[in-house]
């Protein structure tokens, strides 16, 4: 009867060292690659002027294929989302936000976010009904909307508009695509802004008076936009 010799205590201990290595290897937690981003406005924590009129901003709505977490790019009629690149939080309350501060900056409106109770004085009332809000595969972030401006309180409409805003991407990732389309609600909320000064009893109503608005940088319109009027096509 053949006896198999004892193995010696420096081959278990290394026997067991390996395992324990590789175990930790294999188990350790790697590091969460996920990228959170926000809309940046064009002048956050400009402060509302004496005197503005007070706009209720809202409902904001937006299609579904916009209320997943993921960033989007549209690939003709496919809707791509990122794996790793996501919104901080729901993109409607970051739109909103973001074009409410715009407005702030732009002409120092009070902005009341939706919904509001019914007691809450208010000079006009903006809805916009977004219908696509993402970068494609050309390098452009693009915003297609429909908003209506309504006379408070009795909530006769003084302008309606679809605003079709392409706003190039200057980079590769989602950083550069964040800051386009942060450029684009920007460029919504000049829109916006010169439309409530189009309606003169809101002015009027507020004590206050139209300014010019400040021309986007360069001078001309920032984005190769256009409007048509309401309701869109």
């Given at each position: 009867m053949r006896h198999h010799p004892c193995r010696s205590p420096a081959v278990l201990w290394t026997t067991l060292a390996l395992v324990v290595l590789v175990s930790a290897c294999v188990l350790r937690p790697r590091p969460d690659p996920?990228?959170?981003?926000?809309?940046?406005?064009s002048d956050p924590g400009h402060p509302p002027a004496?005197?503005?009129?007070?706009?209720g901003l809202g409902p904001i709505t937006m299609p579904g294929y916009l209320q997943y977490p993921m960033l989007a790019t549209r690939v003709g009629t496919q809707v791509r989302y990122a794996d790793v690149d996501r919104w901080a939080e729901p993109l409607p309350t970051l739109f909103a936000r973001s074009l409410g501060q715009d407005l702030t900056a732009l002409f120092g409106a009070r902005i009341v976010p939706y919904p509001w109770y019914r007691a809450t004085a208010l000079d006009v009332v903006v809805r916009?009904?977004?219908a696509s809000f993402e970068g494609d595969v050309a390098g452009d972030a693009r915003l297609d909307a429909c908003w209506t401006i309504l006379d408070s309180p009795a909530r006769n409409m003084c302008r309606g508009e679809c605003s079709s805003i392409v706003e190039a991407v200057d980079d590769r990732g989602a950083q550069a695509q964040v800051a386009a389309l942060s450029r684009a609600v920007g460029e919504l909320a000049r829109r916006l802004a010169s439309a409530i000064r189009s309606c003169p009893r809101t002015f009027e109503r507020s004590g206050g008076a139209p300014a010019p608005l400040p021309l986007a940088p360069g001078g001309v319109d920032s984005g190769r936009a256009a409007s048509a009027p309401y309701p869109c096509g």
């Open positions: 996920t990228r959170f981003y926000v809309l940046a406005a004496p005197g503005s009129p007070i706009v916009v009904d977004v």
